[in-house]
T-cell receptor
Framework: QQQVKQSPQSLIVQKGGISIINCAYE??????FPWYQQFPGKGPALLIA?????SEKKEGRFTISFNKSAKQFSLHIMDSQPGDSATYFCAASRVDNYGQNFVFGPGTRLSVLP | NAGVTQTPKFQVLKTGQSMTLQCAQD?????MSWYRQDPGMGLRLIHY???????DQGEVPNGYNVSRSTTEDFPLRLLSAAPSQTSVYFC??????????????FGPGTRLTVT
């Protein structure tokens, strides 16, 4: 059971274009929503994150839009570059008595054409 | 700081064999987790921990055991390897009570093949 849904599975964008990846979650107990970037052969790395009390978070070319009532959030990559070609994962997390419990989406493979 | 280290990088096991994947971090992080990554499935949480002696199961714990005796180390044991456990395994750590964006640091991964 995928608690975090992510689409599209793959995305091809021209250099300079906008890349948009969408995620939806089910559990309203989640209180932290990060996006991770992963290059082949490497571990994921935190790209940008948002808390549910904020509707938008922008860092450089990367923006998260968050809709708490719809339980959806999205990543926008402006002026996409070939170096942005990677797999992107959205995630949702909550802290409990045993630690930090993360649920990841299945990932989106982004290819930015030069 | 070495960050999060994992050994081995690659491993081939036969069905039924057992082994331990090692994970260590030198950032004094309380939170540590193990994930497996399979194509089209993203990362799925196996076990996680808030500190020595405190662990819990994640989404896919069957066939795996963990124990945490120190803050630094969080080994993952495969009890009796099965082909379904062929995957890439990632260990991660993060600071408890840290400041936003609560970064979770991942190790380089262990690629495990079970034949």
């Amino acid at each position: 059971q995928q608690q975090v849904k992510q689409s599209p599975q793959s995305l091809i964008v021209q250099k300079g274009g906008i890349s948009i990846i969408n995620c939806a979650y089910e559990n309203t107990a989640f209180d932290y929503f990060p996006w991770y970037q992963q290059f082949p052969g490497k571990g994921p790395a935190l790209l940008i994150a948002i808390r549910p009390d904020v509707s938008e978070k922008k860092e450089g070319r990367f923006t998260i839009s968050f809709n708490k009532s719809a339980k959806q959030f999205s990543l926008h990559i402006m002026d996409s570059q070939p170096g942005d070609s990677a797999t992107y994962f959205c995630a949702a997390s909550r802290v409990d008595n045993y630690g930090q419990n993360f649920v990841f989406g299945p990932g989106t493979r982004l290819s930015v054409l030069p | 700081n070495a960050g999060v280290t994992q050994t081995p990088k690659f491993q081939v096991l036969k069905t039924g064999q057992s082994m331990t994947l090692q994970c260590a971090q030198d950032m004094n992080h309380e939170y540590m987790s193990w994930y497996r990554q399979d194509p089209g499935m993203g990362l799925r949480l196996i076990h996680y921990s808030v500190g020595a002696g405190i662990t819990d199961q994640g989404e896919v714990p069957n066939g795996y055991n963990v124990s945490r005796s120190t803050t630094e180390d969080f080994p993952l044991r495969l009890l009796s390897a099965a082909p379904s456990q062929t995957s890439v395994y990632f260990c991660a750590s993060s600071e408890r009570g840290g400041t936003f964006p609560y970064e979770q640091y991942f190790g380089p991964g262990t690629r495990l093949t079970v034949t």
